[in-house]
């Protein structure tokens, strides 16, 4: 699902405009970003959460060349299922 299709069935579900969807998900998507980006983490009860991870530096290979080289450290975003969200997918 991309996207706009995400937004389509936002607007048919909750009888915005398509405008209004498109605001909606943009501000909601802007808000996490925001709120990972200053170190919180973000969660919903029976859904899920947000949070930003430390990955270590490490040693990995050039797949063209078989070359080793070292990456750097780096925070990565990552989201971690809750109970709800779990039962609904099974």
């Known amino acids: 699902m991309t996207k706009s299709d ?8 909750s009888g915005l405009s398509k405008k209004d969807a498109t ?5 909601f998507i802007g808000e996490l970003e925001n709120a990972l980006k200053s170190g919180e983490e ?3 009860t029976g859904f899920g959460k947000f949070h930003v991870a430390e990955r270590g530096a490490r040693e990995g290979r050039n797949p063209r060349t078989g070359e080793s080289m070292q990456i750097a450290a780096s925070k990565v975003p990552r989201f971690t ?3 709800g969200l779990k039962k609904a997918v099974k």
């Open 42 to 44: 973000v969660s919903f």
């Open 81 to 83: 299922a809750g109970s």
């Open 23 to 27: 605001t909606a998900v943009d501000t």
């Open 6 to 13: 995400f937004v389509d069935k936002v607007a048919t579900s």
